[in-house]
């Protein structure tokens, strides 16, 4: 009797029964008795000061429990802005502390109801008077104030690296024989996810329980804890289930808080929901970037120089780095002379905050646009001018690249995708009405771990739970937690059980940078290896045991039986005869030295067919490859899934997304799902997805590293590219409508 | 903004009307899907709701050509309808490409008409708030006040087939041509149709038009589907012996009404019907418009937009 | 073999589901765990209904529910998505943007696929509204429920109610002849994780077994 390993199999979710009954629960899904409703009042100018603020009317409102404004204020306190802490606040400009107004839909009141209905109509009320400053909403009005930032990812804002000493960068590119130089646009984008924000907070004494979208339980409650003035154990963050994070539910937003002092002072559970328009405004964003691209090569194909300099957009309230040239040019190929530089812009707009892909996601887009353009000017195949200039090692970092599987990706993806029956002339492909092409390009992000605990507990029906306070985004942890547990434990899969969502469960790191299962599975592992350790311990002294006496060393556990020679032993027995409730074991597994000697990165190729309608110039993505090297794969369908995710994320920012702001008032123009449009089914082609599945076993004892995140890198570009292939006409403004197609072209300004 | 609202479900026109007179801000209920979309954000501020669901307005027919649509009827329903299909299938073609297979099951026929533009002057509790310039834009009808196209797919349809709207009051009945119906807004961006306080709409007639068999409506969107047109134009072409004989088109995403396109059903006239001829035609589809930078490529795509749907109006004459 | 599905009491009937709802009052047991195995039936959060406070001006309206009639105290304002949610504690149904540009409220209303969010419960009177708690028979999934499993055709699973009662109604109305045709009619659904093409998977595998 033996168990197949499910790992790196496609198992279908555990938690997918609860997700298609509609029982799962989330945040604005939890009941608790005597629950009241509470609305946000928003700042309907973009920059100035609260003159009036009469909530008389609102306050004698039927059903109205309470109001709260910067003249009745709920005290909130910074935090220290310490990530290990897991203290970052998604925006440092707290509100209802002041008359102060940074942006347009800043919060300035907070109206708690018996009803939801009640507490809308009430907010609605309020009559606010403001004295009003002409805000800074466009690139145009930022000038003067567009600086460089104190450090980027904890490095300077302006790196140089050149492998000829004494001259620069820009002499460098400017002797290179074949040169590209062109500016990419990417515009603010939302994450937009289906949930909106939403906190039931519920104090029961003096312990406060947020029923919270979250991406980060231990951050959420770190930060809660501070904002407060509690200590952390009072603060309980509860998150089963999550509608969509990307990024917008990680840091601890005010909203947040907001519901937890009027439910203290209300002394009953207040819930907030946030309504699609407000889930626009604070609660985070990708900022806009304009990039300027110099990429030099001698006509062998070779890379000498290349130089990618950044503005992105960041706030008055709140300063946030996009860093778009740091994450992917620094490195990504092997070029001997590089500098990238970042500079901020800071905008009446609320804080932008991580979003899928932060950099990595405008910064390849750039990057990946100008090697096709710089393979069109070589005239030498994308593909090949991409392995021509493959990085070996991490120049920037200086250490080799710790597994390292991009070839094949290129190779297996271009096999898949075909791409050697394509006519490389641009323009080449007509099918009726629609021109045809093809693109491709890179992706990249880096593999991030971070400490992580998980507890296992084996129960003497034979059954075992595993938790952690980590998350699952629709990611597949649910999953994979039972995989690897059972996997470790020697149960079958079926008989085991996993928590999550809870932050009294053992700590976790966050659900962002792609970092989950590579911080949290290997604390699964071992937590699981020391349960079976426990075990076969207790059953090789156990008086009852036909293993008893043998070396631990000389037993197996499978499918729930222990196993020494031809002697059998269940489980169950041995936990039962113990007297134990469970076998039980915390692990807590961290990154150790690895990170000095290795550079960690997940890699892709991202192949795309589009076709662009030769009058209208409407581009439809028809189909799409994406080959990944994310170490080993756990669960083939769940992976599977983040990676078509991505590849829809990349679609959405190369072809619709685009958050407008109205450059008079500051306020977004398209806060709604209507006018801001991420795809529908009808604009998503079949995915085919490769994996390398090669483990990366310097990094940890599983060999993984993360897929939610590489998915859309390279995906604008890939298209992008393929627009071009299809029509001679580049776009390097996103997102590619039909205007970017019928308007005449900008100049070229490939030099060859 | 979303204040509390009386209601009363009415089973005949006569009780809905009398309903609708007797209290300042009472609205008609129908499909709901403007209604109370703006109702949330404070835009539309109904005291009482009158729901005439239950009238008995939900036909759909084609009798002697002519097709005669209930006000109540079903954006779904009149787009299953396979008559109607066949003599117009511009209006068919309009209403499955708008918006939702959802929303289409609500949004009564009626109520697609009385739709509001999606932009910040109809989507928010305060009448003098300004707008940005935007990519959406309409360049034909425009005035300071109002910039918005208007939403309706169904209407740019029914005004190239010179549809004419049926409105009941407590003072009878009156058919409205659909030119008629619509106005531009100019300085009362709230005023998008001529219609009456307390009139409702109760049916459409389509004339018989035996040439609108060769009818189409394209639609231009960023997304495939689920999306407002940028751009959208209806075409009927009669066409004789490969030349046009008479045309109707209209336009939508460019109008702060849907926009009758006269100059170019007259410079159809006698071209013949193929590229050269719509193209040359089509040039003239810009005249009057008014641009800035992010809405000036709606000239260039409205054209392109012409040629493209009469050479599928082409396509099925032929 | 590794395919295995927790036994949620979602799938149990409807009058269990509320028995459960009595026993457990205002109970506030946590859905943080999620399981691979049979679970305790008594650690499912079963949604109760909120308290009762009733708001002035509220009018009786009786809605039919998967089959069953809820007496309710309601505004004539309060959404059908709102009352579905906040009063009668069906929270399968979602609000993803409360306007009509998303799908995540959607449910059925006389047979036809609406949205929920749009929709004034006062006005669903004397209609059969069915939702996401209600297209499952007992504990047998409906076949479009198990093919959304199958198939991964979801992530995070928020939108996937709307998705689901959705995808019933494609089926129902028959417009799922063609891929293109099934991406054109799913298309008023948004899934921000982008699960689309495992959905149109699920739809093809499940329209066959759902001719019912």
Known sequence: ?752 | MSAPFGYEAVKTEADAIKAAGGTAGAMYLAGGTTLLDLWKLGAMQPTKLIDVNALPYSQVSVASGTARLGAMARMSDAAADKDLATHFPVLTESLLLAASAQIRNMASLGGNLLQRPRSFTYRNPDPTATEADGRTDAIFGVSAKARAPHPSDFAVALTALDASVRLRRAAGERIVRIADFYREPGNEPQRLTTILPGELITGIEVPALPWARHSTYVKIRDRASYQFAIVSVAVALRIENGVVRESRVAAGGVGTRPWRLPLVEAALADKPAEVAGFEEAAAIAGEGAKTHELNAYKIELLKRTVVRACLKAAAIAG | MPDSEPSASAGTSRRKFLGQMATLGGGVALAAEVAGAPVRKAERVIPPVPASYVPPGALDVTLKVNGENRALKLEARTTLLDALRETCGLTGTKKGCDHGACGACTVHVDGRRVLSCLTLAIAAQGREITTIEGIAKGDELHPVQKAFIECDGFQCGFCTPGQIMSATACIKEGHTGSEEEIQEWMSGNLCRCGAYPNIIDAIKLAAPKSKA
Not at chain 1, 123 to 139: D, G, I, N, T
Not at chain 1, 217 to 230: C, P, R
């Open chain 1, 1 to 752: 009797m033996s168990t197949e390993t499910t790992l790196g199999k496609p198992v279908s979710r555990v938690d997918g029964r609860l997700k298609v009954t509609g029982a799962a629960l989330y945040a604005a899904d939890h009941p608790a008795k005597g629950i009241t409703h509470a609305f946000l009042i928003k700042s309907r100018i973009g920059k100035g000061r609260i003159t009036g603020f009469d909530s008389a009317e609102a306050e004698r409102a039927p059903g109205v429990l309470g109001l709260w404004s910067h003249q009745r204020s709920l005290k909130l306190y910074l935090t220290g802005d310490n990530f290990m802490e897991g203290t970052v606040l998604g925006e440092k400009f707290l509100p209802l502390q002041s008359d102060q107004i940074l942006y347009h839909g800043q919060t300035i009141g907070f109206v708690v109801a018996e009803t939801y209905e009640q507490a809308r109509h009430a907010a609605s009320l309020v009559r606010v008077k403001y004295e009003e400053k002409p805000p800074v909403a466009s690139w145009e009005a930022a000038k003067q104030k567009t600086a460089e930032p104190q450090t980027v990812d904890f490095q300077a804002a302006r790196i140089s690296r050149t492998a000829d000493a004494g001259a620069s960068v820009q002499e460098l590119f400017d002797g290179c024989e074949v040169k590209v130089e062109a500016t990419y646009t990417t515009p603010i984008g939302h994450h937009a996810t289906i949930e909106p924000h939403a906190t039931v907070a519920e104090w029961v004494g003096d312990q406060i329980t947020i029923h919270n979208c979250s991406q980060w339980m231990t951050g959420q409650q770190a930060s809660l804890a501070e904002v407060l003035g509690i200590p952390a154990e009072k603060v309980r963050v509860v998150c089963p289930f999550v509608g969509g994070g990307f990024g917008c539910k990680a840091t601890l937003w005010m909203h947040t808080a907001l519901a937890v002092v009027a439910a203290r002072e209300l002394k009953r559970p207040v819930k907030i929901v946030l309504t699609r328009e407000q889930a626009f405004t604070s609660n985070g964003h990708r900022p806009a970037t304009i990039q300027e691209l110099q990429l030099g090569s001698g006509k062998d194909g070779r890379i000498k120089a290349l130089r990618h300099l950044v503005s992105s957009t960041s706030s008055e309230a709140h300063e946030f780095v996009e860093p778009a040239a740091h994450r992917t040019s620094l490195n990504f190929y092997s070029v001997p002379n590089v500098e990238v530089a970042q500079k901020l812009a800071p905008l009446n707009v609320g804080a932008p905050t991580w979003m899928r892909a932060p950099g990595e996601a405008p910064g390849m887009f750039a990057l990946e646009s100008a090697m096709d353009e710089l393979a069109l000017a070589l005239k030498i195949d994308p593909v090949v001018l991409r392995l021509l200039n493959y990085a070996e090692q991490d120049l920037h970092k200086k250490a080799p690249f710790s597994s390292k599987h991009l070839r094949e990706c290129y190779e297996q993806g271009a096999e898949r995708f075909g791409w050697a029956k394509r006519n490389p002339e641009p323009k080449s492909q007509r099918e009726g009405d629609w021109w045809i092409g093809q693109g491709m390009a890179s992706a990249y992000y880096p593999g991030y771990r971070f400490a992580s605990s998980a507890r296992v507990r084996l129960l003497a029906d034979g059954t075992a739970v595993v938790a952690s306070a980590t998350h699952d985004l629709g990611t597949g942890m649910y999953t994979i937690m039972c995989q690897v547990a059972a996997e470790s434990l020697g149960l079958p899969m079926d008989k085991v059980r996993s928590e999550l969502g809870d932050s009294a469960l053992p700590p976790a790191t966050i659900a962002g940078g792609s970092m989950s299962t590579a911080s949290v599975m290997p604390a699964v592992k071992a937590a699981a290896e020391s349960v079976r350790k426990k075990l076969i311990a207790l059953a090789v002294k156990d008086p009852k045991s036909l293993l008893k006496g043998m070396k631990p060393e000389e037993i197996t556990v499978e499918a729930g039986v222990l196993a020494g020679g031809e002697k059998r032993e269940p489980v169950t027995g041995v936990i039962q005869r113990s007297g134990l409730a469970a076998i039980e074991a915390t692990e807590t597994a961290r990154p150790g030295e690895e990170g000095r000697k290795f550079s960690f990165y997940s890699y892709g190729a991202q192949f795309a067919e589009v076709k662009v309608h030769a009058m209208t110039g409407e581009v439809r993505v028809t189909r799409f490859v994406s080959a990944m090297d994310i170490g080993r794969v756990l669960n083939a369908k769940t992976a599977r899934s983040q990676v078509i995710g991505g590849v829809v994320w990349g679609i959405g920012m190369a072809l619709h997304e685009e958050s407008v702001l109205d450059p008079k008032t500051g306020r977004f123009i398209t806060a709604d799902l209507g006018a801001y449009h991420v795809p529908v089914n009808a604009d998503i082609p079949k995915i085919d997805v490769i994996f390398t599945d090669q483990p990366d076993l310097n990094f940890n004892s599983l060999g993984v590293r993360g897929v939610g995140e590489i998915g859309i890198t390279g995906v604008n570009a890939a298209i992008a590219n393929a627009v071009f292939h299809a029509t001679g006409v580049r776009v390097r403004d996103l997102p590619i409508t039909p205007e970017r197609l019928l308007t005449p072209p900008k100049v070229p300004t490939t030099v060859g």
